[in-house]
């Protein structure tokens, strides 16, 4: 299913810092692929399959009522994604093995046309994040593997999300109600 767009406003915040942060100081209208939901939001058709996009960064942040997923990437923008809640068991795409998950929730973003590596090496800091926040415990990545990348976001419980992609950067953005 291809999720609509819709163009929607940005509030502006007074700490600057904390926008920056969190990477989206430089959107003023990004565009809403999701409404609030536990359903899936997929769209194949943001960039050609015979090209890719680097992710750059994955950073979270809590915000007031949700916790914030921010992926950055370069090169042609944001990749085709799929995000939904799974059950266990997760495994790596390369090797097959489990991936131990925390909490009660987990909710997959994959990439189609994504790659984290350059040259042989990483071009992402972390692969694995442990931020403690209020719904958001762990987020690991599980496949970076022929043009496609996989994380599993590990929640106290699969509450609502919804899912933005900005630009200049650009970015795609789930963020989790608390």
Same mark, same amino acid.
């Given at each position: ?72 990437? %370069? ?5 085709? !994604?799929?995000?939904?809640?799974? #059950?266990? =068991? ?6 097959? +093995? ?55 976001? %590990? ?5 609502? !999300?919804?899912?933005?992609?900005? #630009?200049? =950067? ?6 989790? +109600?608390?």
């Amino acid at each position: 299913m291809i999720m609509a767009f819709a163009a929607v406003s940005i509030t502006a915040c007074s700490n600057k810092e904390e926008e920056n942060r969190a990477g989206v100081q430089q959107a003023a209208s990004p565009d809403t692929l999701s409404s609030w939901t536990t359903g899936i939001v997929h769209d194949s058709t943001r960039i050609p399959a015979d090209t890719f996009s680097i992710v750059r960064d994955v950073r979270t942040e809590s915000r007031q009522g949700f916790d914030r997923i921010v992926i950055q990437f %370069s090169g042609r923008g944001i990749p085709g !994604f799929h995000i939904e809640y799974v #059950d266990e =068991p997760v495994h790596e795409c390369g090797s097959g +093995r489990p991936v131990e998950l925390e909490g009660n929730g987990w909710l997959m973003i994959k990439f189609l046309s994504a790659r984290m590596h350059e040259a042989g090496q990483s071009a992402v800091p972390r692969r694995i994040l442990k931020p403690q926040l209020p719904v958001l415990l762990r987020l690991t990545t599980v496949c970076d593997f022929e043009n496609y990348v996989a994380w599993i976001a %590990s929640v106290k419980i699969p509450n609502r !999300f919804q899912v933005l992609a900005l #630009d200049n =950067p650009p970015r795609l953005v789930v963020d989790i +109600r608390h």
